[in-house]
């Protein structure tokens, strides 16, 4: 059964950096698209970036793009989000999630990992 | 990149039918047939219930399903039961490679 695992979540300083990782299991890693969703307390769901299977297309939700950074390595199976400049409002928890191969929507998701920004 | 906009909550009775409306505009909803729905249970993972409109994943039962009218997706839940209390969102793809969610609607099951 495929699995996502999200880690790294914990609370750091406005202003601060946190990289979170999430790990996949029991599926071709390499041949699929990872993405990285959010949910601010209270909130909804928010997308935040995806990542192509190989690297090579990247994009960002204009509320993340030029302070986070998705990355991938496919020899580890792992995802990861670089996360700086942090602000209260990037409080959530953040989900990653892939889209089977060749669709638009995302299944599974991980349990996610709760980034609280905050002095 | 506005989200969806979606009912905040809906409720109904055990038996009874319900409908969640997603509406968007012609760059995400209305312009792709890429609309997925999803059940979320607070401190769980969001669960995929819906795909490409109208399409259910193996698994879902056949008392959930969805449609789409221009920048309108709905999700219609036939025969209620109390199981299906949770928050519902909807997703689109979007004409900037992006992909867009709604704002999520709280379902009461009364």
């Known amino acids: 059964q495929v699995q996502l695992v999200e880690s790294g979540g914990g609370v750091v300083q406005p202003g601060g950096s946190l990289r979170l990782s999430c790990v996949a299991s029991e599926f071709t890693f390499s041949s699929h698209a990872m993405h990285w969703v959010r949910q601010a307390p209270g909130r909804g769901l928010e997308w935040a970036a995806i990542?192509?299977?190989?690297?090579?297309?990247?994009y960002y939700a204009d509320s993340v793009k030029g302070r986070f950074t998705i990355s991938r390595d496919n020899s580890k199976h792992t995802l990861y989000l670089q996360m700086n400049s942090l602000r209260p409002d990037d409080t959530a928890m953040y989900y990653c999630?892939?889209?089977?191969?060749?669709?638009?929507?995302?299944?599974?998701w991980g349990q996610g990992t709760l980034v609280t920004v905050s002095s | 990149q506005s989200a969806l906009t979606q009912p905040a909550s809906v409720s109904g009775s055990p038996g009874q039918s319900i409908t969640i409306s997603c509406t968007g505009t012609s760059s995400d909803i209305g312009g792709y047939n890429y609309v997925s729905w999803y059940q979320h249970h607070p401190g769980k993972a969001p669960k995929l219930m819906i795909y490409d409109v109208s399409n259910r994943p193996s698994g879902v039962s056949n008392r959930f399903s969805g449609s789409k009218s221009v920048n309108t997706a709905s999700l219609t839940i036939s025969g209620l039961q109390a199981g299906d209390e949770a928050d519902y969102y909807c997703?689109?793809?979007?004409?900037?490679?992006?992909?867009?969610f709604g704002g999520g609607t709280k379902l009461t099951v009364l």
């Open positions: 997703s689109s793809y979007t004409s900037a490679n992006t992909w867009v």
């Open positions: 999630a892939t889209n089977p191969v060749g669709s638009y929507w995302f299944d599974p």
């Open positions: 990542i192509s299977k190989d690297g090579i297309y990247i």
